[in-house]
Structures are given as C-alpha cells and as structure tokens.
C-alpha cells in the first residue's frame, strides 16, 4: 500500500483517534468520515487503530502503556476539576507541567517530546507524544504546528528535554554554523526541560525553562530558571 491510498488511511487514523479524544457521536463521525474518506479507507482506518493498540508489540502499545502510567501519577488537585466551568487554561498548563516531570523519570517517557491539548468542557486532557526515528535527524518542533493545526485545541502545551549552551553571551562562539543535534556533544551544554504553549486565540502563553538535577536518589528534579526570558527559543516554528 503506498500513495494516495496510504496517505489518506493515516490521514483517516487521524481524525478518528481527535474524534475519539473529543467524544463525537459515533454516527456524525461515521457520517463525515464515509463521505470525506469512503467507506473501504474508514473501515481500514478502524482496523488500523484497533491493530495499535492491541498488538503488544507495537510501539504505539508501549507509548501508551508509559501515557496510562505516567498520568496516573499526576496527584493535583486540578485534574479533578478537568472539563468543569472552573477549570481553565493555567490550571492546564500545571498539570502539564507536573505530568511531564513524571515522563522524565520514566524509562520509556524521559526525553519523549509530548504536547498536551485542551479543549473546554472535555474531560479529558489529550496526550499526544512525538516520537520520531532516530535516523530523522529533526526536532520534535517540526512536527508542533502539525499537531496543534489538526486537533485546534483552546490550549497547547509542548514539553520535552532540550541542551542549552551556558557559555555567557560575550564569549560564545558563533552557534549559526551548528546542525541540528550538534549542542548535545558540546561540553558547555546542559540539559533542560522546556515548556511552551499558548491558548487558540494567543492570549494566554506559556514559556518556561527547568534546570534538571538528579538527586542522591538518581531521581531528577526540576528547578524552574526564573531569570530566563526564553525569548530565543524555537519561535518561528510555534503555531
């Protein structure tokens, strides 16, 4: 299978896992799907979906399994207000923010970039991670707008684990030559913790940046880099 025919299944994929995620009546899904997609391309989409999650070893299940794990560790008190007239876009970004942490002491969640979507009145927060192959040499970020364009949540929240060069300003050197990826090996970076997002309508966004400790325990810990603008993050590539 390849082309057309393959490009709409997964486009199919797609729009059936978001209805999932926003609970649309099944025959108003089925309805738009059949006539947008044809009945054979659905019925392959549904086959599709239900194989991922079933299959054990698919990395899809793994992924999964890490979501359900790491989610259900979230212990604030503004998960149980998801999807109530109280809950709103800063209580959101907190429980991305504590969720991620437990994605990095996770061995199958640490460093998988992840945006967190959404949308009022759902009673669900949506997890989606972005897990690239590590011969595609691109970052997480390419794939953002994509994401976030498709599913047109209220909010998102990106996270994940970046390297940030900590040679002051006046004596670094030029970082223009770099390709992506290169900062990870140099020996002035460290590692950190990024968060970014931003409401539909731009009014309410989100940048903070998280020095990662690793403790006597060997968990990591988080501290929050109040003194950092994030101003030169990866703008360009924001929805």
């Given amino acids: 299978m390849e082309g057309k025919e393959k490009d709409d299944i997964l486009e199919c994929v797609k729009e059936l896992q978001s209805s999932m ?44 399994e890490c979501i359900n794990r790491c989610m ?48 009022e009145s759902n009673k669900k927060i949506g997890v989606l991670p972005i897990n690239i192959p590590k011969e595609e040499n691109r970052s997480p970020m390419d794939f953002l707008k994509q994401i976030v364009y498709q599913e047109n949540p209220d909010a998102y929240c990106f996270c994940g684990e970046a390297s940030m060069n900590t040679i002051p300003k006046n004596k670094q050197k030029n970082l223009k030559n770099y390709k992506y990826g290169d900062i990870i090996d140099d020996p002035s970076s460290k ?36 003194d950092y603008s994030g101003n030169n993050m990866e703008s360009d590539k924001l929805p």
């Fill in 21 to 64: 995620f926003r609970d649309e009546d099944p025959d108003i899904v089925w309805r738009r799907l059949t006539k947008k997609y044809g009945k054979h391309t659905l019925n392959i989409s549904m086959k599709l979906l239900e194989k991922s999650i079933e299959d054990i070893n698919s990395p899809v299940n793994e992924i999964g």
């Fill in 72 to 119: 259900s560790k979230v212990t604030h008190k503004d998960m149980k207000e998801v999807g109530t007239k109280s809950f709103n876009v800063d209580k959101f970004y907190n429980l991305c923010i504590e969720g991620y942490k437990h994605f990095m002491n996770d061995d199958v969640g640490r460093a998988l970039p992840i945006v967190f979507i959404y949308v």
């Fill in 191 to 226: 590692d950190i913790m990024i968060i970014q997002g931003n409401t539909k309508r731009g009014d309410n966004p989100i940048k903070k940046v998280f020095d990662i400790i690793t403790n006597q325990h060997g968990t990591l810990e988080f501290v929050e880099m109040k």
